[in-house]
């Protein structure tokens, strides 16, 4: 379509008989770009869907819904570059050319290694940014060449023979039975311990619907999940899963959500944006990990797919099963008002035992440098045994202050209300809320005395394990170690295959993983989210530390869990260790419900920032205004007032919180409020958003 002097690309979500803008006024559209729709009836409900329950411009929603390259106009089966090395260039020497142009010489090799089919112009970006302007004289001296081909084809690739999983216990045979009842939609929470053989159970129920010539959709937490489980898929399932999320090539992607429209692909597996993902004949939806926060937008559309999932299902009349060892409190709470069914595994699979978990007071046993004496004898029995350790440390980087020794200055972020963490690796100081960097300075900016690190990352732990361990193979895992294309893979399968001696890292290790050596979790620093303000801190804390547990002993081998805290007689410990998540959740239910948090309310967050802090607060208040002219006795409003972090990247933010015990009344309310908002003066000065449903308040 014409937009003044640009051209833009459309969807069309719908038709009028007639308009009330005049016939000459209209401009007619340039091109048609598909003969068909791209989107059934089914999809597009679930965009209006997003759009009305999240109250967020359709625009984006379909933006959201739609691969990069379809967003940007390419056909459903595009045509793509590769960047091929000639027949020339086998015959030149390739060190000789390293020694005067080393940067065509790796591009040179990099396309040898790939072969006759060469490689495509947007994975060799991603491996070689800026080789466009070192091809140039490859090109000239023939020895690369480009052509145009078809965009890949999902390969389905069947497996030729699929491996038969193991026997299921009472348990899981039971829970099967109930899955198995209804093809029609239901909401199941599949509530299992960690190691319970939850997969097992999602296996065999896929494996009904692919016999029923239907298609299943997988949602994972994370992209660091799914080698590990799309192995495990192929060989009991026989069939390639078409993969989804954000470490693909947009070919790739669009590849894949071409298989799963069409039907040729049976299974999907994918993140959050998955949720989006078309399906020719549907059958079934998995949300696994349903608890993982990732499921939950932070930035721009802010939907969580996990809900999305539910509402899908229910749309396409098919089952939706939310898998959980740490299930939410608003899922639980469905279970207990009878809106979901509750199957629970409540032992491991295969006669494994849980861990015993175990409190390290760290007043009496201090750390150095992060590991107390007590988990360090344990480290070392361990090991002894021929034991996996893990070590976990929800903190990346080498230590997150750094102090100065003579007038205490600690090193801030200038952009926002954080400190900068160190990163001993690349010497630097680091924003992890913004991304500034800066060199590591060994001297204070203000006095100009020495600066030393001040508490653990898992750098510092990496550090100090490799100086008490000097034997044993330790390997890092959290996000900078694994930001290199294809680097996590590698660190999962060294993990997984026992040929790392202690692991050290974060989350990113407690997420479903299976290590089989895996016998000791010492968990470095837990009171992390002992005293947060947030009212579900208890609630994330509990997961995080089962979660992390759960990969310890999962095999023939017995389990240990140290816990390292300060505050070792804090109810919450006795709580964890005597009752376990489904105590904490029970406790932390009638204390919602006492105090009319979610899920016995629903929130919305109206959040703004601006350079200017008047001018952020000013626009909450011009909200509260029009809130306060629609508000009835069910709905509160709380604020504005600053974010718990008031400035970040350069601009100050404020909150609105709305609570109501009537989700009516509140959609209601936003309804009003978004064009009056959009139509408004103050919202010139300032970015902000309306959040549905948050599972962050900050």
């Excluded at 001993?424 to 960097?437: E, F």
Aim: aromatic residues 4%.
């Amino acid at each position: 379509m014409p937009f003044g002097r640009r051209q833009q690309v459309g969807v069309v979500i719908g038709r009028a008989e007639r308009s009330e803008v005049p016939t000459d006024k209209l401009k007619r559209c340039t091109e048609v770009l598909d003969d068909s729709a791209l989107l059934s009836d089914a999809d597009l409900w679930l965009i209006r869907f997003v759009s009305e329950y999240y109250h967020h411009p359709i625009g984006e929603v379909v933006a959201a819904a739609l691969p990069s390259l379809l967003r940007l106009g390419k056909p459903l089966q595009p045509m793509i570059e590769i960047v091929v090395a000639t027949e020339m260039a086998e015959q030149t020497d390739v060190e000789a050319m390293a020694r005067r142009a080393p940067k065509q010489a790796e591009l040179l090799e990099t396309l040898l290694d790939a072969g006759g089919n060469g490689l495509e112009v947007g994975l060799l970006t991603e491996m070689l940014p800026g080789w466009r302007r070192t091809a140039k004289s490859l090109f000239e001296k023939t020895l690369i060449s480009t052509f145009e081909t078809h965009a890949q084809e999902f390969d389905e690739d069947l497996a030729s023979e699929q491996v038969s999983g193991p026997s299921l216990n009472e348990d899981q045979t039971k829970a099967l039975t109930a899955l198995r009842s209804s093809d029609q939609f239901s909401t199941y929470l599949l509530d299992g311990v960690t190691g319970s053989g939850k997969t097992e159970v999602y296996l065999q129920r896929v494996s009904d619907v692919l016999g029923a010539g239907k298609q299943a959709l997988l949602l994972v937490p994370e992209i660091g999940l799914t080698p590990q489980l799309v192995s495990r898929l192929k060989s009991r399932l026989g069939v390639t899963p078409a993969l989804l999320h954000s470490g693909l090539t947009d070919s790739s992607r669009l590849a894949a959500w071409r298989a799963a429209r069409s039907g040729k692909a049976k299974l999907v597996v994918g993140t959050r944006s998955a949720i989006f993902t078309p399906l020719k004949n549907p059958g079934l939806i998995i949300v696994d990990e349903e608890h993982d926060h990732s499921f939950k937008q932070q930035e721009g559309l802010r939907y969580s797919a996990r809900d999305l999932a539910i509402a899908k299902a229910k749309q396409l009349d098919i089952p939706v099963i939310l898998g959980s060892a740490t299930p939410t409190l608003e899922v639980l709470q469905h279970c207990r008002n009878g809106s979901f069914e509750h199957l629970v595994l409540p032992t491991r699979a295969g006669g494994a035992q849980p861990p015993s978990l175990r409190i390290i007071d760290t007043m009496r046993s201090p750390t150095t440098d992060g590991i107390s004496e007590p988990l360090a004898e344990s480290i070392r029995k361990h090991l002894e045994a021929d034991g996996q350790i893990l070590i976990f440390l929800n903190r990346r980087g080498f230590a997150p202050i750094l102090i100065c020794n003579s007038c205490g200055h600690i090193a801030g972020c200038e952009r926002c209300d954080s400190r900068l963490t160190v990163h001993s690796g690349s010497r630097q100081l680091r924003c992890h809320h913004c991304g500034a960097g800066r060199p590591l300075a060994e001297h204070c900016d203000e006095c100009g005395e020495i600066v030393k690190p001040l508490g653990e990352g898992t750098e510092r732990l990496e550090d100090t394990l490799n100086a008490r361990f000097p034997d044993a193979v330790i390997r890092r895992i959290d996000s900078d170690s694994t930001s290199r294309k294809g680097a996590m893979d590698e660190a999962l399968e060294v993990a997984t295959q026992g040929h790392a001696n202690i692991l050290v890292g974060t989350q990113m290790l407690s997420k479903g993983h299976h290590f089989p050596k895996l016998t000791l979790v010492g968990v470095v620093n837990a009171d992390q989210g002992l005293f947060g303000t947030d009212f579900r801190s208890s609630e994330r804390m509990a997961q995080s530390i089962i979660q992390v547990a759960g990969r310890a002993g999962r095999e023939d081998r017995p389990g240990e869990v140290l816990i390292q805290t300060a505050f070792p007689d804090n109810s919450f410990w006795r709580t964890l260790i005597d009752g376990g998540y489904r105590e904490i959740s029970d406790i932390a239910l009638k204390e919602r419900e006492l105090t009319r948090w979610p899920p016995f309310t629903r929130l919305a967050l109206l959040r703004s920032a601006a350079h200017r802090q008047s001018d952020a607060h000013r626009f909450l208040d011009v909200a509260k205004r029009h809130i306060s002219a629609r508000a009835s006795e069910s709905l509160r409003i709380l604020g504005p007032v600053d974010a718990p972090m008031a400035r970040k990247a350069g601009r100050f933010r404020a909150q609105l919180l709305l609570q109501s015990s009537d989700r009516t009344i509140l959609h209601r309310v936003l309804s009003e409020l978004r064009p009056l908002l959009e139509g408004d003066p103050s919202a010139r000065k300032v970015r902000w958003s309306i959040d549905v449903d948050p599972v962050e308040l900050f």
